[in-house]
């Protein structure tokens, strides 16, 4: 019998993946650190599952609470703390490994552990929900509409605040330099190269910011030249004591704040061609990809080593949620945008 244990379960994130897993009708169980034991306890009676407490440092000296387990889905931040304990007990317990990381260390963690987990049959997935998987599959259908593709420029409007979690996590991975991929390279750029996307109501001013897709989208299509960036509304990252924010936007702040992301491809021959994609409310989102994203790997649906969403389940994945769809704009014979 697979089962699936969702870590971190008492976070903003984790609690409502946990209500898709039990929707979806899943076998699993739910999981976090010892402080969280009443949320946890709440929740597992709430959905009727089991519950373990532990921390990601407990692992390296006692494997037991993954003895039954088939899937880790990890949903703790901030990541930069919990993926590499939590990638490094799945592969030396035989588990796969999902999470919802946003950072970039993360995926150059599963990079460097590919090896390790290809040894052992695991599967390293990291961003199996959120904008990863959004921005993947835009970033693949748009690369699919050219001969060659060699540029790839692309924006995540995000829109309708920041949860406590993601604040926190994203505070701590604050990278101190914004990278873009050259050549196939990884080097600094200036943050000062802001430019505008058409999200679909006109241009919006973004600023480059060191995203994974970095990674995962080199991964997935194998442009050489990829730059991102980022456009955010209703208020810019939060500052102050994070700990005071709310635990995360509410259902009808969600329900109101869609998000959108746009990509510009351009071809070997200097043809551009633009694509957007347009959907619910990134938690939400998250959410529905990262449970759904356990389903499949349970049913069987698995590789050993790092995998991207888009790699994994092809470049349709997000319009496998909720209602994302893609809309294309015409090609143009040449780039309007230098680089």
């Known amino acids: 019998m697979t089962k699936l244990m969702i870590y971190g379960a008492a976070g903003y994130t984790g609690r409502m993946v946990s209500s898709h897993a039990e929707a979806l009708g899943l076998n699993f169980v739910i999981a976090g650190r010892p402080q969280n034991e009443v949320r946890l306890a709440a ?13 990601v440092d407990d692992l ?17 931040g901030p990541f930069l703390r919990t993926a590499e304990p939590l990638m490094r007990a ?45 921005l993947g599959s ?23 605040g920041f949860s406590r979690g993601s604040a926190v996590s994203a505070s701590a991975n604050l990278s101190p330099e914004t ?20 999200f679909g109501s006109g241009p919006a001013t973004s600023f480059p910011v060191t995203l994974p897709d970095l990674v995962t989208i080199w991964r997935a299509t194998n442009i050489p030249n990829i730059e991102t960036f980022l456009h955010v509304t209703d208020g810019a990252f939060p500052d102050g004591d994070l ?38 409310n990134g938690y939400t989102f998250t959410a529905i990809a990262a449970a759904e994203a356990a389903r499949r790997v349970l049913r069987g649906e698995a590789r050993g080593g790092f995998q991207t969403p888009v790699g994994l389940f092809g470049h349709g994945f997000a319009e496998t949620i909720a209602d994302t769809t893609i809309i294309d704009s015409e090609a143009k014979e040449k780039s309007d945008h230098g680089h």
């Open 43 to 55: 929740l597992a009676g709430e959905l009727g599952v089991q519950y373990r407490l532990f921390t």
């Open 60 to 76: 390296a000296a006692d494997r037991s609470a993954l003895d039954d387990i088939t899937v880790l889905l990890n949903c703790a």
């Open 243 to 280: 700990a005071a924010m709310p635990d995360g936007p509410t259902r009808e702040q969600r329900d109101a704040n869609r998000f959108h992301a746009a990509v510009e491809v351009t071809g070997a021959d200097g043809t551009m061609v633009r694509s957007v994609l347009d959907t619910v």
């Open 179 to 198: 990278l873009h991929r050259i050549d196939g390279s990884l080097i600094g750029r200036s943050p000062d190269e802001v430019r505008d996307f058409d």
């Open 90 to 134: 799945c592969i030396a317990a035989g588990v796969h490994y999902l999470d919802i990381a946003a950072e970039l260390d993360s995926y150059r963690l599963a990079e460097t552990l590919d090896d390790d987990a290809k040894a052992a049959s695991v599967m390293l997935l990291p961003g199996s929900g959120g904008s990863v998987a959004m």
């Open 138 to 160: 835009l970033a693949s259908h748009a690369a699919k509409r050219v001969d060659t593709p060699v540029m790839l420029s692309i924006a995540l409007h995000v829109a309708g």
